[in-house]
């Protein structure tokens, strides 16, 4: 790379490495359900690394939305992350 972009970096809450942005996916936990982020409101990121370990993230949503379906949560990502690649 010629040229040195400065870009701002978020912590993934689940490996905890610091990341440009980009390569993170910013969601939310509104009403026990896993949303992307909404603008508004507590936020978490996860890294692309780990959203490729459903056995990771599974704990992570778990904290986040503090319980609730593992199953649901799993699916409602796995749509978020669909809906993300194809735009
Ligand atoms: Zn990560």
Redesign the pocket.
């Known amino acids: 790379m010629a040229k040195k972009f400065h870009q701002p970096t978020r912590m993934?809450?689940?490996?905890?490495?610091r990341?440009p942005q980009f390569h993170?996916t910013r969601l939310q936990c509104i009403d026990g359900e896993i949303t992307p982020f909404s603008g508004v409101g507590r936020s978490f990121?996860?890294?692309?690394?780990?959203?490729e370990e459903d056995k990771?993230i599974i704990r992570v949503l778990m904290r986040q939305c503090r319980g609730g379906d593992k199953d649901k949560h799993m699916n409602k990502l796995k749509e978020i992350i669909t809906d993300d690649r194809k735009s």
Request: contains cysteine; proline residues 0%; charged residues 25%.
């Open positions: 993934c809450v689940s490996c905890r490495q990341t993170l990121y996860l890294c692309r690394d780990c959203l990771k």
